[in-house]
């Protein structure tokens, strides 16, 4: 039963490498507690390892790529379990009865069986980027990088869940507390006094009354990080210029303590009420939200410190979505590159002097960050603010570029890169 809804999101999967969260559902709605604690650790680590298990597989099989879709999926299933450590005999044989066809299913069973034999063999001294089963382009493109080894081992670790507490309604103490009463256990963050890093029963972290009533917020470090380097002040007037989902947007806020003005700009119109329902959550009434394109919005006031999360290819969310790097191609990079300088060009012509930019995205390509931050530094009088004692006072890594920081992550941080700048 697991392993054939297992078969069923996979094959799914396989199509557009896009994760369809109905199809997640309605499996896990017809599995017992411990049967969906192995679909989705299987399930994660199929997907997470896709280059890594295809790369076996064509060791395997010289013709791999000519073989029906559906024996790639059975295989594919069948080879993740044998990594995992799954016991061979249920590994393989619960997987080949799912087969119906009987050539098919000899077939499953000999080349699963052939890699049990051959698994040392082939498993020796394979190149870095199928052992952590990132795609070669993309390693050879971040090759720049000094922590290029620490981003394929975060892609390839389980993702630790850190939550951001609302100061505006509670404090840490009494929201542990409250989280124990439920059941939840927590431990604290590394980097921040007000993140705390979740440690069992995950599953009910979005489905509880502490959730509900605003009394935190699930936002990973380097998410949180961004808003802390803005640093916005009681009655500061800033402008989020990528406001959607809200999860920097009410960081902002409240570290203001909910005095002063956020206007909150988003340009897809279901996005843009993701701000307004979590700001409402959260107790926060200092963000205006507002349907706007801030490659070309004409701004109306003026600010003093701006925040330009902006669109990205969200390579370095791999670790949460792995399937991401799957769908990525250098044409992707090039469309969000000019999105982002568009962003940039307008913002930065309207805006006073003396105003504080902070621009961030959850990727790695140069092409993005230091690329963009080259561009707008040979048009604009402004000036790279470098933000490393910051970086050291919360326990962070980072490398460099002359004009921001590439973020290093850890257990709890994933891959950002931060630019702070002040218009001269």
């Not at 995992?84 to 069986?113: C, H, P, W």
């Not at 507490?165 to 963050?189: H, Q, Y």
């Not at 969200?314 to 191609?329: F, M, N, T, Y």
Request: glycine share 4%; hydrophobic share 35%.
């Amino acid at each position: 039963m697991i392993r054939s809804q297992l078969y069923t999101v996979l094959k799914k999967f396989y199509k557009r490498y896009s994760l369809n969260q109905e199809n997640i559902s309605y499996a896990l709605d017809n599995l017992n507690a411990e049967d969906r604690g192995f679909f989705i650790k299987v399930l994660n680590h199929t997907i997470k390892n896709h280059i890594k298990i295809d790369f076996i597989l064509k060791k395997l099989i010289k013709n791999f790529n000519s073989i029906p879709p559906a024996s790639k999926t059975f295989l594919r299933l069948g080879v993740s379990q044998l990594l995992l450590g799954i016991d061979e005999y249920a590994a393989v044989n619960e997987t080949v009865k799912l087969v119906k066809n009987k050539k098919q299913k000899s077939f499953v069973n000999a080349v699963l069986r052939n890699f049990i034999r051959q698994k040392d063999e082939i498993l020796n001294n394979i190149p870095e980027y199928i052992e952590y089963s990132f795609p070669k382009w993309i390693y050879d493109e971040i090759s720049f990088l000094n922590h290029r080894t620490e981003i394929l081992k975060k892609h390839n670790k389980e993702p630790q869940i850190t939550i951001r507490i609302n100061t505006l309604k509670t404090n840490k103490k009494d929201l542990i507390e409250k989280l124990n009463e439920l059941g939840i256990e927590v431990k604290n963050s590394l980097h921040f006094e007000n993140s705390l890093i979740i440690q069992n029963n995950k599953d009910i972290l979005l489905i509880n009354h502490l959730f509900e009533e605003g009394f935190y917020y699930v936002q990973n470090e380097s998410s949180q990080l961004v808003a802390h380097i803005l640093n916005p002040k009681e009655n500061d007037e800033v402008l989020d210029s990528c406001s959607a989902p809200g999860g920097k947007t009410t960081h902002l806020a409240e570290l203001m303590k909910n005095y002063g003005t956020i206007d909150a700009y988003e340009n897809d119109i279901i996005r843009l009420e993701m701000v307004k329902k979590n700001a409402d959550k959260l107790g926060i009434n200092i963000i205006n939200t507002d349907l706007k394109d801030s490659s070309n919005v004409k701004l109306t006031k003026s600010y003093n410190k701006v925040l330009i999360d902006a669109p990205c290819t969200s390579a370095g969310i791999s670790s949460i979505h792995p399937e991401v790097l799957l769908r990525l191609d250098e044409k992707n990079i090039e469309i969000y590159s000019k999105i982002q300088k568009d962003i940039l060009h307008n913002i930065l012509s309207q805006v006073g002097k003396g105003t504080e930019i902070v621009y961030s995205t959850c990727t790695f390509f140069q092409e993005e960050n230091t690329k963009n931050m080259k561009y707008i530094s040979e048009i604009f009088d402004i000036e790279f603010i470098d933000f490393k004692n910051d970086l050291n006072h919360f326990n962070i890594k980072s490398q460099y570029d002359g004009y921001g920081h590439y973020i290093i992550p850890d257990d709890y941080l994933i891959p950002f890169y931060i630019t702070k700048i002040v218009k001269k």
